[in-house]
Each structure stands twice: as structure tokens, then as C-alpha cells.
């Protein structure tokens, strides 16, 4: 390494930004201004509301046979309990319809219970409209306060000799010092923020460091000299990792002045203790975590042929680089475990622990040494990237630019898919409407999966019995993949188990997934078919039908069966279920791949789904089985995956 | 006898998905002179951009050998760079450094010793009449002056061998002439220069040697009179044509 050269890159990468005056006032400065612009609003406008609500007066109307005891109970429960709350009774011929018209903001109806004459008050308002809704439940405060007193009154009347709350007063006692409980609850989050932070930070410079050079021209320029690619990358992964940590550290600046200012109000009890150990050991953590941010970001930077490329790949990356930082919400995971060597999740783990004055000083080393390795093994690749032809020199391709067809959807697979995947999150997460069991179902498969999978074969004029490996094949593939279902599915669920000793599952989540996943409200016949048949059709036809016929020239079949399956896995978004999905499409393509078909494939993953709906329906506890168990179905699959191989396709794409 | 550049059986196969292994070069052989004009004439997609590439050592070669001052292209490719200026259509410039800033800056990645470098600055900002914008940014300026600037900044670190991958694409005739004449007059300093074009006539008028690319293969490479009477042909068109019309062996 020539340090001259290196700090002449790095200067030069830092001087090309703060040349770039567009760049620094958009994603620098005018963040930095308007985010108190936003608070100061945003507070200015929670304290308006706060003080209007305070100082309405509420008008109300009581009406039924219990009308007069329940204004006897507002009359005199009013006064000092509810300090900012202005009640007053008006009357009106028909409350419904003079709340309907925003002459009252709500009614209270009395009823009286027939069985055993209890009364019965229900407050009735518009859950629309602010006020109605603020004054309904300062109402029903007021009404349970005085339902309690009324309650101790008639107690204390039939000679209870103590008040109720001294029957056995209950005082729960935390021997957690203020410090230890907000850094359990600030580590939870820290790393998800500085995470973000550096992401967000970091692709300021990140998108134009090489994709944009490459777009200008002037990475060839640079290639030229005398500099090394490893001088090159590292003081461009530097310049990241600089303005990635800068940024970071402007908004934290900014939160403590906004703190100070009181645009953000700290919750009650909230108190941080950092001796110089633990900030020490949240720098050897955040240091890493730092550049091997950088590092991805440069690494997409590099394999994106234009900037306007690499801005389209970084959002997934993004949102992959946060789920392992959530690693720290999850409930009892410790950094002595296997998570001390899963990159990021390791340090939002090891943070946590700091923060609450228990850190584990060797796996801090420990997360330390991943995170580095991590980093260079990032930056290492990056530098291979800038030796490819394909990436520096794209001229040699553009034919299938201009003329479309099977070619050019083999360089474009991989888009598409990012989109496909971009779809079903921004979907879930922003229409309610297709968040229901039915409606999100038939979206992702029949409209992501199987429409998008039919569109890129139009799209591209691609042959549909080929992109869709539409062959028929021999009864012994038949019986092997019959034999498999099962197995399949114990192997898959031993997979769970196994991922489950490094990232444990909450059991609630589970149990809430389960819930989820069948509905109890629907038939039999309807469970199977948009649980097992229908992902089973459009899922294949979508991951074992294009998405393999895109790969396939490109990767060996070993690596095609992993590939698929990893991307299979990452469209089942929920964390605990990546891996052992994952497994189970890396079977799926690997049967796809061995008979040259779709078909065998469609039944294995239809059978796979419907006995685990079978499974849960039937109350199976495949959990209860032993491991000698699961080693007996991994050989009945290996016989069936034999089958497959010895029967297998000549033109499968296998040796 | 040693040779600036020596070039023997280099070759570069590009895979592709759609139309399988492409071999853009071919085995070719070749080297140049101290002092001498090297020039690789083909028509567009004939493998010159590839190899010249390849002896700036942005790209690997699959096989054959390339040698830059004895230094091989694969295993010393720093040291290759080191003595090699780069020049090509495709090799912009930073935007937003100004001229004087770029030449600097590549007189010192290029590792040009570092106390010579103010000196080397003047001397080529006067030498290619850049000084009225020396310090204006170069997003700023025109085609023209922009060329200029290239061309400095490519000899920036005094290289012994410079190449120009067709410089004169997107000029008018006036720059493309005054690059002509630097070309020339970096030739007459000693330097050794490799040439690439389509453009016949700039081949005629600049190139002591020229070797005719096609289909990735030297097809022939001999002085522009040997050309003619090997063909028969005056004009270097008709060489090219007689040459490039038939098949490669």
C-alpha cells in the first residue's frame, strides 16, 4: 500500500464532494435546517392541540331512565379530578343527530339492565373528529373514577373494614437502576438509527464514488495510473466511511441540541451512564460496523454500471442491512452465543449489553474481529470488482441493449426480481387494503409472482416452454418427489431448529405468526388452496421458472440451486422463516435443475405447504421429535434427491 | 534488441451470455520502437480499444504476454502504469477540479517526483496554452479546451509511452489537427506512442508503422510504404480494404 497515493485519493474523494454544491446542501445542510423547522412545527402544533382540548368546553346530553343518577355522579366527581376537562350539559330532541351536526361532541345513554336492574351508561361519539373523541374518553375516565368511589361508598356502608386498595396494595420494585433500564431501552434501537444513519450518510458520496465515475468516465481515467485498486478502493471506502461517521455524528449533534432546546422531551427516568470504558468499547464497535457499511455501499457502487443503477439497488440493501441490527429487540439474546458472529447483529446485541453496564468484554473483541474481517473481505471484492470487464468496460454488451430478447433478460433477472421484492414490502407495509389474509395472497402469487414472471416473458419474446422448463418426466421423479414431501418438510423444520440456537424466535412471535398464517374462520378446502396449491403454481413459476432460466447460464448448478433458494428465502420477510425457506427453495431448484422440469418441483412445494398446514391444523408437534428423527428423514430425502439425480434430464444443466 | 512495448500472442476471450465466447483479441504480435508512432488501424469493434486496454492493464489478458519498459502487464501492472500515458475517448476528466488542479493531480498519482511537480504544472500549462483557464473548472469548459487539457494531464508524470486510443473522436478538424501535432511533437521528444484509429488519413499522416486489425488478428503491420508495395495500393483505404475485405486466417 502506498500511504501518499492513498491520502491523495482520499483527499481528492473528499474534495469532489465538497465541490458537489448540490450534493452537500441537499443531503447535508437543508436536512440539518429543516429537521428542527419540522420539530419546532410539529411541537408547536402538538402543544395547540393539547391547550384547545384543555380549553374546550364539552357539550354533552344525557338521556334514559338512568339520566339523573348519572348527572348526580358528573356533578360530583367534576370537581379536581379532571383538572382541564369543562364539561357542560346541554339538551337536545334527537342527541344522535345533533352530534351527527357537531352541536354536541358526544351523548351519554342510560340503560338499565332487565336481569338484575344494574344501570348501563354507554358514552356515544364521533371517533372522527378530535374533540368528540378527546371528550368521550376525559367522560369516561370521569365516570369510572366516580364507578370506584361509588363502589368504596357502598362498601365501606355494608362495613368492609378497610379501604379495597389495602386489601393486598401491590408495589412493584425495579432493583434495575435508572441507568441500566434506558440503556436496555436505547441499546435496543441505537445501532437500528446509527445504522440507518451511516446508510442514509454514506450513500451521499457511496453512489457516485464509482458508479458515477464509471457513468462520467473518469474511472477509466483513474484506472490508468499509476494508483493502485487497492490504493483506489480503500480511500474511497475511507471517504465513505468519513462522511458515513460525519453525518451520523451531525444528527446526534442535532439531537442533543434539539434535546437541550426541548423540541424532543425526554421520557420520565430517562438517565445514561457512560464512563470512558464503555464509550471505548461503543467506538471499537461502531468503528467497524462503520466501514463495513461503507464497504457494502461501495460494493454496490461498484457492481452498478450508472448511478441512476446503483440508487435502484440501494434500497433493498438498505432494508437488509437493518434486520440484523434489530437483532437486539428480539428478547434474550446474548452476545456469548453464536450471534457474536453474525455481522452487525453482533454489534446491535454487544451495544445493548454496554449500555446496560453489563458488557462482555472478550466478545466485544470477538465482534470486533467479525466486523474487520467482514469489512476487508467487502472491500476485497469490491476491488476484484474493478478488475471485471463486464463492469468496467460495459460497451462489449450493448448489443442486447438494443436488441432486446432472451439476452438482455439475463442481464436484467436480478432487476426485477429487487423489484418484485420492493413491491410486496412497500405493499404490505402501506395498503391496508391488501393486508388481509386473501387480498395479500392473491396479490403477491397471482399478481407479483405469476403476472410479473408472464410479463418478463413477454417483455423479453422468451420462449415460454423453456423460461418455464415446461417438460414432462418420468414416473420414478414422481414416486421420488411423493417421497420427499415429508421428508422435505421434517429437514426443513430441523433447519428452523438449528437457526433457532443462534437467533432464537420469540415464542410469541411465533405463536402470533401462527395465528396469522391459518385462520380459524376458514373452510378446509379454501385453506389448502391459498396455503399450498396457489404459492405452489405461481411461486415456481415465478423462482423456478424465470428466475432460474435467467441464472442458469450464469452460475454452475450448485451455485444456481444456492442463489435461487437464498433469493426464494429473502420474499418470505419474516426473519426467523429466511433460512430454513431458503432451504427448501435451494431443494426446490435443485429438483428443478436435476429433471429438467417445473412440474416435480410444483408438487413438492404444494405437498410441502399442505402438510404444514396439515401439521398446525392437527396439532403435529414436529418440535417433540428427536434429532435421530430428523436424521432419518434427511436420508429418506437423500434417496428421493438420488432418484431424481439417476433418472435426471440430459439437458437439466447438471454434468 | 529490447523493445518500449513488446507484445506477443496476447489474447482476451469475453463470455457472454447470449452470444457465448467472443475472442475480441486474438493472438495478436507486435512492438514498438523508441521513438515511433505505432499504429493500430481498424474499423469500429476490430479489438483495438481491447487492446490497448489490456496494455494499460485496465483489463487482464487470457493469454499471450504484454510488456511495458520489461514491465509485464499482469504481474507489475503498477509499474506498467507508471511510465504509460493513457489517452482515450472514454478517459474524462473530473468536472469539478479546475486544469491546473487536474494536471497536479495526476502528475502526483502518476507519482512524478513530488518536488518537481509546481515546475511540471507551469511548464505544461504554458506549453498547451491552458493558462487563461488554468484555474477555471473543468465542467466549465469547451470541447476544445477540455482536449487540452486531456492531453496534459495524460503526459502529466513525463511518460516514455503514451497511447491514444482514436483521440480525435468528437473533434472538430482544428483540435483534431492541433492533437496531430502534439502527437508529433511528443514523438520527436522520444517518446513512444501508440496510436489507435479508423480514420485513414490520420494513420498516413502521423504513423511510422501501422498494423492493420481485424477480427481481433494483426492482419499485417509493416511501414506505410511497405503496405503499398505489398498491395499494390496508393491510398491507405484501399490498403485497408484489400487487407480487411478478406477473411482472416
Given at each position: 500500500?502506498?500511504?501518499?497515493?492513498?491520502?491523495?485519493?482520499?483527499?481528492?474523494?473528499?474534495?469532489?464532494?465538497?465541490?458537489?454544491?448540490?450534493t452537500?446542501?441537499?443531503?447535508?445542510?437543508v436536512?440539518?435546517?429543516?429537521?428542527?423547522?419540522?420539530?419546532?412545527?410539529?411541537?408547536?402544533?402538538?402543544?395547540?392541540?393539547?391547550?384547545?382540548?384543555?380549553?374546550?368546553?364539552?357539550?354533552?346530553?344525557?338521556?334514559?331512565?338512568?339520566?339523573?343518577?348519572v348527572?348526580?355522579?358528573?356533578?360530583?366527581?367534576?370537581?379536581?379530578?379532571?383538572?382541564?376537562?369543562?364539561?357542560?350539559?346541554?339538551?337536545?330532541?334527537?342527541?344522535?343527530?345533533?352530534?351527527?351536526?357537531?352541536?354536541?361532541?358526544?351523548?351519554?345513554?342510560?340503560?338499565?339492565?332487565?336481569?338484575?336492574?344494574?344501570?348501563?351508561?354507554?358514552?356515544?361519539?364521533?371517533?372522527?373528529?378530535?374533540?368528540?373523541?378527546?371528550?368521550?374518553?376525559?367522560?369516561?375516565?370521569?365516570?369510572?373514577?366516580?364507578?370506584?368511589?361509588?363502589?368504596?361508598?357502598?362498601?365501606?356502608?355494608?362495613?368492609?373494614?378497610?379501604?379495597p386498595?389495602?386489601?393486598?396494595?401491590?408495589?412493584?420494585?425495579?432493583?434495575?437502576?435508572?441507568?441500566?433500564?434506558?440503556?436496555?431501552?436505547?441499546?435496543?434501537?441505537?445501532?437500528?438509527?446509527l445504522?440507518?444513519?451511516?446508510?442514509?450518510?454514506?450513500?451521499?458520496?457511496?453512489?457516485?464514488?464509482?458508479?458515477?465515475?464509471?457513468?462520467?468516465?473518469?474511472?477509466?481515467?483513474?484506472?490508468?495510473?499509476?494508483?493502485?485498486?487497492?490504493?483506489?478502493?480503500?480511500?474511497?471506502?475511507?471517504?465513505?466511511?468519513?462522511?458515513?461517521?460525519?453525518?451520523?455524528?451531525?444528527?446526534?449533534?442535532?439531537?442533543?441540541?434539539?434535546?437541550?432546546f426541548?423540541?424532543?422531551?425526554?421520557p420520565?427516568?430517562?438517565?445514561?451512564?457512560?464512563?470512558?470504558?464503555?464509550i471505548?468499547?461503543?467506538?471499537?464497535?461502531?468503528?467497524?460496523?462503520?466501514?463495513?457499511?461503507?464497504?457494502?455501499?461501495?460494493?454496490?457502487?461498484?457492481?452498478?454500471?450508472?448511478?441512476?443503477?446503483?440508487?435502484?439497488?440501494?434500497?433493498?440493501?438498505?432494508?437488509?442491512?437493518?434486520?440484523?441490527?434489530?437483532?437486539?429487540?428480539?428478547?434474550?439474546?446474548?452476545?456469548?452465543?453464536?450471534?457474536?458472529?453474525?455481522?452487525?447483529?453482533?454489534?446491535?446485541?454487544?451495544?445493548?449489553?454496554?449500555?446496560?453496564?453489563?458488557?462482555?468484554?472478550?466478545?466485544?473483541?470477538?465482534?470486533?474481529?467479525?466486523?474487520?474481517?467482514?469489512g476487508?473481505?467487502?472491500?476485497?471484492?469490491?476491488?476484484?470488482?474493478?478488475?471485471?470487464?463486464?463492469?468496467?468496460?460495459p460497451?462489449?454488451?450493448?448489443?442486447?441493449?438494443?436488441?432486446?430478447g432472451?439476452?438482455?433478460?439475463?442481464?436484467?433477472?436480478?432487476?426485477?426480481?429487487?423489484?418484485?421484492?420492493?413491491?410486496?414490502?412497500?405493499?404490505?407495509?402501506?395498503?391496508?387494503?391488501?393486508?388481509?389474509?386473501?387480498?395479500?395472497?392473491?396479490?403477491?402469487?397471482?399478481?407479483?409472482?405469476?403476472?410479473?414472471?408472464?410479463?418478463?416473458?413477454?417483455?423479453?419474446?422468451?420462449?415460454i416452454?423453456?423460461?418455464?422448463s415446461?417438460?414432462?418426466?418420468?414416473?420414478?421423479?414422481?414416486?421420488?418427489?411423493?417421497?420427499?414431501?415429508?421428508a422435505?418438510?421434517?429437514?426443513?423444520?430441523?433447519?428452523?431448529?438449528?437457526?433457532?440456537?443462534?437467533?432464537?424466535?420469540?415464542?410469541?412471535?411465533?405463536?402470533?405468526?401462527?395465528?396469522?398464517?391459518?385462520?380459524?374462520?376458514?373452510?378446509?378446502?379454501?385453506?389448502?388452496?391459498?396455503?399450498?396449491?396457489?404459492?405452489?403454481?405461481?411461486?415456481?413459476?415465478?423462482?423456478?421458472?424465470?428466475?432460474?432460466?435467467?441464472?442458469?447460464?450464469?452460475?454452475?448448478?450448485?451455485e444456481?440451486?444456492?442463489?435461487?433458494?437464498?433469493?426464494?428465502?429473502?420474499?418470505?420477510?419474516?426473519?426467523?422463516?429466511?433460512?430454513?425457506?431458503?432451504?427448501?427453495?435451494?431443494?426446490?431448484?435443485?429438483?428443478?435443475?436435476?429433471?429438467?422440469?417445473?412440474?416435480?418441483?410444483?408438487?413438492?412445494?404444494?405437498?410441502?405447504?399442505?402438510?404444514?398446514?396439515?401439521?398446525?391444523?392437527?396439532?403435529?408437534?414436529?418440535?417433540?421429535?428427536r434429532?435421530?428423527?430428523?436424521?432419518?428423514?434427511?436420508?429418506?430425502?437423500?434417496?428421493?434427491?438420488?432418484?431424481?439425480?439417476?433418472?435426471r434430464?440430459?439437458?437439466s444443466?447438471?454434468? | 534488441?529490447?523493445?518500449?512495448?513488446?507484445?506477443?500472442?496476447?489474447?482476451k476471450?469475453?463470455?457472454?451470455?447470449?452470444?457465448?465466447?467472443?475472442?475480441?483479441?486474438d493472438?495478436?504480435?507486435?512492438?514498438?520502437?523508441?521513438?515511433?508512432?505505432?499504429?493500430?488501424?481498424?474499423?469500429?469493434?476490430?479489438?483495438?480499444?481491447?487492446?490497448?486496454?489490456?496494455?494499460?492493464?485496465?483489463?487482464?489478458?487470457?493469454?499471450?504476454?504484454?510488456?511495458?519498459?520489461?514491465?509485464?502487464?499482469?504481474?507489475?501492472?503498477?509499474?506498467?502504469?507508471?511510465?504509460?500515458?493513457?489517452?482515450?475517448?472514454?478517459?474524462?476528466?473530473?468536472?469539478r477540479?479546475?486544469?491546473?488542479?487536474t494536471?497536479?493531480?495526476?502528475?502526483?498519482?502518476?507519482?512524478?517526483?513530488?518536488?518537481r511537480?509546481?515546475?511540471?504544472?507551469?511548464?505544461?500549462?504554458?506549453?498547451?496554452?491552458?493558462?487563461?483557464y488554468?484555474?477555471?473548472?473543468?465542467?466549465?469548459?469547451s470541447?476544445?479546451?477540455?482536449?487540452?487539457?486531456?492531453?496534459a494531464?495524460?503526459?502529466?508524470?513525463?511518460?516514455p509511452?503514451?497511447?491514444?486510443?482514436?483521440?480525435?473522436?468528437?473533434?472538430?478538424?482544428?483540435?483534431?489537427?492541433?492533437?496531430?501535432?502534439?502527437?508529433?511533437?511528443?514523438?520527436?521528444?522520444?517518446?513512444?506512442?501508440?496510436?489507435?484509429?479508423?480514420?485513414?488519413?490520420?494513420?498516413?499522416?502521423?504513423?511510422?508503422r501501422?498494423?492493420?486489425?481485424?477480427?481481433?488478428?494483426?492482419?499485417?503491420c509493416?511501414?506505410?510504404?511497405?503496405?503499398?508495395?505489398?498491395?499494390?495500393?496508393?491510398y491507405?483505404?484501399?490498403?485497408?480494404?484489400?487487407?480487411?475485405?478478406?477473411?482472416?486466417?
Open positions: 500500500m502506498n500511504w501518499g497515493t492513498l491520502r491523495l485519493l482520499y483527499i481528492h474523494e473528499l474534495k469532489m464532494l465538497l465541490r458537489a454544491r448540490r452537500v446542501v441537499m443531503s447535508i445542510v436536512p440539518a435546517l429543516i429537521m428542527p423547522i419540522v420539530l419546532v412545527g410539529s411541537k408547536y402544533s402538538t402543544d395547540r392541540r393539547a391547550r384547545a382540548l384543555a380549553e374546550t368546553t364539552y357539550r354533552y346530553v344525557v338521556t334514559g331512565p338512568e339520566a339523573g343518577r348527572r348526580g355522579l358528573i356533578r360530583d366527581n367534576v370537581d379536581g379530578t379532571l383538572p382541564q376537562f369543562l364539561p357542560e350539559e346541554t339538551s337536545a330532541a334527537d342527541p344522535a343527530r345533533s352530534l351527527e351536526n357537531g352541536l354536541i361532541h358526544f351523548y351519554i345513554q342510560t340503560s338499565r339492565n332487565p336481569a338484575d336492574a344494574v344501570p348501563v351508561v354507554q358514552i356515544v361519539f364521533r371517533g372522527d373528529r378530535d374533540v368528540s373523541r378527546n371528550g368521550s374518553e376525559r367522560m369516561s375516565d370521569l365516570l369510572r373514577r366516580a364507578r370506584r368511589n361509588q363502589a368504596d361508598v357502598l362498601l365501606a356502608a355494608r362495613g368492609f373494614p378497610a379501604g386498595n389495602q386489601v393486598f396494595p401491590v408495589e412493584p420494585e425495579s432493583i434495575a437502576s435508572a441507568a441500566q433500564v434506558t440503556g436496555s431501552d436505547v441499546g435496543r434501537f441505537l445501532t437500528v438509527i445504522v440507518m444513519l451511516m446508510f442514509t450518510g454514506g450513500s451521499i458520496v457511496a453512489m457516485d464514488i464509482i458508479a458515477g465515475e464509471k457513468e462520467r468516465g473518469t474511472l477509466e481515467t483513474l484506472l490508468t495510473t499509476a494508483a493502485g485498486r487497492a490504493e483506489i478502493v480503500t480511500a474511497k471506502q475511507l471517504a465513505i466511511t468519513s462522511v458515513g461517521i460525519f453525518i451520523a455524528l451531525i444528527q446526534a449533534l442535532n439531537f442533543l441540541i434539539y434535546i437541550r426541548r423540541l424532543i422531551e425526554l420520565a427516568g430517562f438517565a445514561i451512564e457512560l464512563p470512558l470504558v464503555s471505548l468499547n461503543l467506538l471499537l464497535l461502531f468503528l467497524p460496523l462503520a466501514a463495513a457499511i461503507a464497504a457494502v455501499l461501495l460494493m454496490l457502487s461498484a457492481y452498478a454500471k450508472t448511478y441512476k443503477e446503483a440508487q435502484l439497488y440501494f434500497f433493498p440493501v438498505y432494508l437488509l442491512g437493518l434486520v440484523p441490527a434489530l437483532a437486539a429487540v428480539l428478547p434474550g439474546i446474548r452476545s456469548r452465543s453464536a450471534i457474536a458472529l453474525v455481522p452487525i447483529a453482533n454489534v446491535s446485541v454487544a451495544v445493548r449489553e454496554i449500555l446496560m453496564g453489563r458488557p462482555d468484554q472478550p466478545m466485544i473483541f470477538v465482534t470486533f474481529g467479525v466486523m474487520a474481517v467482514t476487508i473481505w467487502l472491500m476485497r471484492t469490491s476491488a476484484r470488482m474493478l478488475t471485471r470487464e463486464d463492469i468496467i468496460a460497451g462489449h454488451f450493448e448489443a442486447e441493449t438494443l436488441l432486446g432472451p439476452g438482455l433478460f439475463r442481464k436484467r433477472v436480478l432487476r426485477w426480481f429487487a423489484l418484485m421484492w420492493a413491491v410486496i414490502f412497500a405493499v404490505a407495509a402501506n395498503i391496508p387494503q391488501l393486508s388481509t389474509f386473501r387480498a395479500q395472497l392473491l396479490f403477491n402469487e397471482v399478481v407479483v409472482f405469476a403476472g410479473a414472471s408472464l410479463l418478463m416473458i413477454k417483455v423479453y419474446r422468451l420462449n416452454r423453456e423460461a418455464l415446461l417438460r414432462s418426466v418420468r414416473p420414478a421423479v414422481w414416486l421420488a418427489a411423493l417421497i420427499a414431501i415429508p422435505g418438510h421434517v429437514m426443513s423444520f430441523a433447519v428452523f431448529r438449528l437457526v433457532n440456537t443462534v437467533i432464537p424466535a420469540p415464542q410469541q412471535l411465533l405463536e402470533q405468526f401462527s395465528r396469522d398464517f391459518i385462520p380459524k374462520d376458514m373452510p378446509a378446502w379454501e385453506l389448502y388452496f391459498f396455503l399450498a396449491v396457489l404459492p405452489a403454481i405461481c411461486e415456481e413459476i415465478g423462482f423456478r421458472g424465470v428466475l432460474l432460466y435467467g441464472l442458469r447460464r450464469k452460475l454452475k448448478p450448485v444456481l440451486a444456492l442463489a435461487v433458494g437464498l433469493i426464494f428465502g429473502m420474499f418470505h420477510i419474516t426473519l426467523f422463516r429466511i433460512v430454513p425457506t431458503a432451504f427448501m427453495g435451494v431443494i426446490l431448484t435443485a429438483v428443478a435443475v436435476m429433471t429438467g422440469s417445473i412440474f416435480p418441483g410444483i408438487l413438492i412445494h404444494m405437498g410441502n405447504n399442505a402438510f404444514a398446514v396439515w401439521a398446525a391444523d392437527s396439532g403435529l408437534a414436529l418440535q417433540s421429535l434429532w435421530s428423527d430428523y436424521g432419518a428423514a434427511a436420508l429418506i430425502f437423500a434417496l428421493a434427491m438420488w432418484i431424481m439425480w439417476r433418472t434430464a440430459s439437458s444443466g447438471c454434468p | 534488441m529490447s523493445y518500449p512495448v513488446l507484445v506477443r500472442g496476447l489474447t476471450t469475453f463470455y457472454d451470455e447470449s452470444r457465448g465466447e467472443i475472442r475480441a483479441v493472438g495478436i504480435d507486435f512492438e514498438c520502437g523508441e521513438g515511433e508512432i505505432f499504429g493500430l488501424l481498424g474499423a469500429n469493434g476490430a479489438g483495438k480499444t481491447t487492446t490497448l486496454r489490456m496494455l494499460s492493464t485496465i483489463l487482464t489478458p487470457t493469454s499471450g504476454s504484454a510488456a511495458i519498459l520489461n514491465h509485464d502487464v499482469v504481474r507489475d501492472p503498477e509499474g506498467v502504469r507508471k511510465h504509460l500515458g493513457f489517452y482515450s475517448a472514454g478517459t474524462a476528466l473530473y468536472p477540479l479546475t486544469a491546473r488542479e494536471i497536479e493531480f495526476f502528475a502526483r498519482i502518476n507519482q512524478y517526483p513530488s518536488s511537480v509546481p515546475e511540471r504544472v507551469r511548464y505544461l500549462v504554458d506549453r498547451f496554452g491552458i493558462s487563461k488554468a484555474d477555471v473548472r473543468v465542467e466549465k469548459l470541447t476544445g479546451m477540455k482536449q487540452k487539457v486531456s492531453l494531464r495524460t503526459v502529466a508524470h513525463d511518460p509511452i503514451i497511447i491514444f486510443d482514436e483521440p480525435t473522436v468528437g473533434l472538430d478538424v482544428l483540435n483534431a489537427l492541433e492533437a496531430q501535432q502534439t502527437i508529433k511533437e511528443l514523438r520527436d521528444e522520444g517518446k513512444t506512442i501508440i496510436f489507435s484509429t479508423h480514420i485513414m488519413s490520420e494513420a498516413e499522416r502521423l504513423c511510422d501501422i498494423a492493420i486489425i481485424h477480427g481481433g488478428r494483426i492482419l499485417d509493416d511501414t506505410l510504404a511497405g503496405l503499398r508495395e505489398k498491395t499494390g495500393k496508393h491507405l483505404e484501399d490498403i485497408f480494404v484489400q487487407y480487411a475485405g478478406r477473411p482472416a486466417e
